[in-house]
């Protein structure tokens, strides 16, 4: 026999509050094991400077992410390191410092300006600049090319009356 | 005739940098780690816990270090080559555990086999992180001065240690 849904909901909430009212117990009756779980990503401000450092790196098992975002394990392990690094009262340059010198350049969504990367910084607007140069030289070669028709007194009056026909059979 | 020349160069160019750059594989970053010092660590072996190892053991010898994980696909792809690569006895190589539980990783050695002249257990992968690891397994090529020379990222490959590996051990052990 089948149970009608709603019974079956209100079976299924009863029992999650009953979880939850479990759980609180617990953690009421020892809070120190809660504490144990995380203790420095409760500290706001640990983990405030975490997640803006995080977010201008990239975690390189899923390269399209950052490592503030990423579900990678490595991702997980490396924010654990972060946070102690703060804990220990490290600046952002002397963590960011920590992750170029293992990991490279690349771990940074905003690379150092230098040699290596001086065509990744400008290469753009290079492009850009040869793009806007191009267009003007052909637009004045072409300038040139279409050279102003001479017309002849007759031709310029035809011209005239042609232009003043269209005219009158455009408006209304 | 300059008018097509021009975009089919262009064109060509274009193409041979996108044929380059997608043949390029994204995930080989260059370690920064490479001519500089092995960051020291010690870590407890896998088949004697209470014995520990650290680099400077391997002081005067050029040798691998091969990050590896019983949890980790790839490795099983590269392990019959570091076998192979072990019975020539040409480099020693020390296997990194990578945050892994001992039991399957001694089961793992068990069933195929065991080229590691010892192997040493990062469990909660702070050494990786150390040694820049992001992709189980990579390899690491150190000379007698302790300075890391190569760094395979991904399975080693025959066509790599006979390529790049083997010739410079040689090298290296001149």
Known sequence: MKKPLTTETQRHRGFLCFALLCVLCVSAVNPVSAKEAAPLAQDEAVEKRMVTITEELRCLVCQNESLAASRADLAQDLRREIREQIGQGKSDKEILDFMVGRYGDFVRYRPPLKGTTLLLWFGPFALLLAGVAGLVIILRRRARRVAPANLSAEEQKKAEELLKLGESELKP | ?174
């Open chain 2, 1 to 174: 005739m300059t008018r097509f020349l021009l975009p089919l160069g262009i064109f060509i160019v274009l193409v041979a940098f996108l044929a380059i750059g997608l043949n390029l594989n994204p995930r080989e970053v260059p370690s920064p780690l490479i001519g500089k010092p092995a960051p020291a660590f010690s870590l407890p072996r896998l088949h004697q816990p209470e014995a520990k190892f650290a680099p400077q053991d391997m002081q005067g010898k050029v040798w691998l270090l091969n990050v590896w994980a019983s949890w980790c696909v790839s490795c099983r792809q590269e392990h019959p080559i570091l076998v192979e690569l072990a019975k020539t006895g040409l480099v020693p190589i020390v296997g990194l555990n990578y945050k892994d539980q001992r039991a399957d990783a001694l089961k793992w050695l068990d069933r195929f086999g065991d080229p590691y002249t010892l192997s040493i257990v990062d469990a909660e992968g702070r050494v990786g992180i150390d040694y820049g690891v992001y992709g189980v397994p990579e390899t690491y090529l150190i000379d007698k001065a302790g300075a890391i020379r190569f760094k395979q990222i991904g399975p080693v490959t025959q066509d790599v240690l006979e390529k790049t590996i083997l010739p410079l051990v040689a090298e290296l052990n001149k």
